[in-house]
């Protein structure tokens, strides 16, 4: 990985229950654009990050002054006119919540979207083993099946939403593709 000074980067959690980190690299410190990277994150504090592999995705710079919330812009000062305020991007996380339920030859997976709106968004998916079927050996496959189309009918949900919240902004017809 290689980065230089003014780069984004976005530390993914290693686990559910904890939060992505995304910084501006304030230096480098490795030979070529290497770690160790001097990075500031978005919640203030400053240190050096040795990247692991497969670990951080770095995101070209956006060429944006990228300051802590404390101590961000309070001005109330106009901005000079055709001037542009410069914005940091902002990283928002969504969880999915699976859950799978399995009674005889039969399994049902209900997930869950969870974001930061009010309502969430949920879909529900099945599956089922004939009598004889081999797949018996390996009971994952039922799970597989089932959370794969509640996932699929969640994706066509988010669609639909998206399609609408278009559809009440332009006021014209929306129609979103799957991909």
Do not use: C
Not at 45 to 61: C, I, K, Q
Not at 144 to 161: F, G, I, K, N
Request: charged share 25%; aromatic share 4%.
């Amino acid at each position: 990985m290689k980065a230089q000074k003014g780069d984004r980067i976005i530390l993914t959690a290693r686990h559910t229950d904890q939060a992505t980190r995304d910084g501006e690299v304030l230096e480098v410190r490795g030979a070529n654009g290497g770690p160790p990277y001097l990075v500031r994150w978005t919640d203030g504090h400053t240190g050096l990050l040795y990247p692991g592999p497969g670990s951080v995705l770095r995101v070209e710079a956006e060429h944006a002054t990228f300051e802590p919330a404390e101590t961000a812009r309070t001005s109330t000062e106009p901005v000079a006119e055709g001037a542009v305020e410069p914005t940091v991007p902002h990283v928002k996380e969504w969880h999915v919540r699976v859950s799978i339920f399995e009674s005889g030859n039969d399994t049902s997976a209900n997930v869950v979207l969870l974001t930061e709106a009010p309502t969430h968004l949920s879909a529900h998916g099945q599956s089922h083993r004939e009598v004889g079927d081999t797949s018996a050996r390996v009971p994952e496959i039922g799970d597989e099946v089932a959370v794969a189309r509640a996932l699929r009918h969640l994706a066509d949900q988010l669609l639909e939403t998206a399609a609408k919240d278009i559809e009440a902004v332009t006021g014209k017809e929306a129609h979103l593709l799957p991909s």
